[in-house]
């Protein structure tokens, strides 16, 4: 039967990067989204503003929702220092046996957890399973309706302190208005729009991030 997109995404890492080294494998998966076939991964333009928030907060302790194929995964734990923890929520377990082959092909498995679950069944669970105390960073890139009752679920859990960063893809294209309206309007932060392009197009699309005040 015929392979899958992720499938043939992880083909062309196995084939193109070297093992062990997460630049590589960031290289081969634009390479391969850029000329041979699209896919939903974060991608170059907007991971560099990605790398710039993830540079500037370096975190001990990130949540990224919406693994995928582990191209942003990869992307953020390769600026991680050594003991810092990235856990990674995934739905689809098709998508979550390929990107745990893409981080482990990074050799980033040290800095990672991929969970495979729904957010609204794993975020209430993240402080006792994990030993976490507060989420410095949240990467919110899975389904775009489910931004805002997951950030909304993140701050009844207790998982945000003052200066915890939620970055989140997608805010225009797909698009996440009631995520935009909400975090936007709130007093609990401070938001800035950083305007980019859809993943390998000219489609316009951005990130935001949102600085929570406590
Ligand atoms: O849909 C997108 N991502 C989400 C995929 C599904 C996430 C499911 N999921 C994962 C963890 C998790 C935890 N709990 C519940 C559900 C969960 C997405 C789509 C596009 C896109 C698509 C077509 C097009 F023509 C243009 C753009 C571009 C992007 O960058 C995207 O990110
Ligand atoms: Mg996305």
Known sequence: TRSTRPQRLLGAVQKSATRGDPCSVVNAIDQFCRHTEWAMNVG??????????????NPATVLELGTYCGYSTVRIARLLPPHAKLI?????????????????????????HLVEGASGEWIPKIKEQFGVKALDLVFLDHWKDQYLPDTKLIEECGLLR?????????VIFPGAPQYLEYVRSSQQYESQYFKS???YTKVEDGLEKSVFLG
């Open 88 to 112: 990674t929520l995934e739905f689809n377990p098709d998508f979550a046996a390929i990107a745990r082959q893409v981080i482990a092909w990074a050799g980033m498995e040290e800095k990672v």
């Open 162 to 170: 003052k200066g915890s960063v939620l970055l989140a893809d997608n």
């Open 44 to 57: 170059d333009e907007k991971g560099c503003i990605l790398d710039s928030v993830v540079s500037e907060v």
């Open 197 to 199: 392009h859809l993943e």
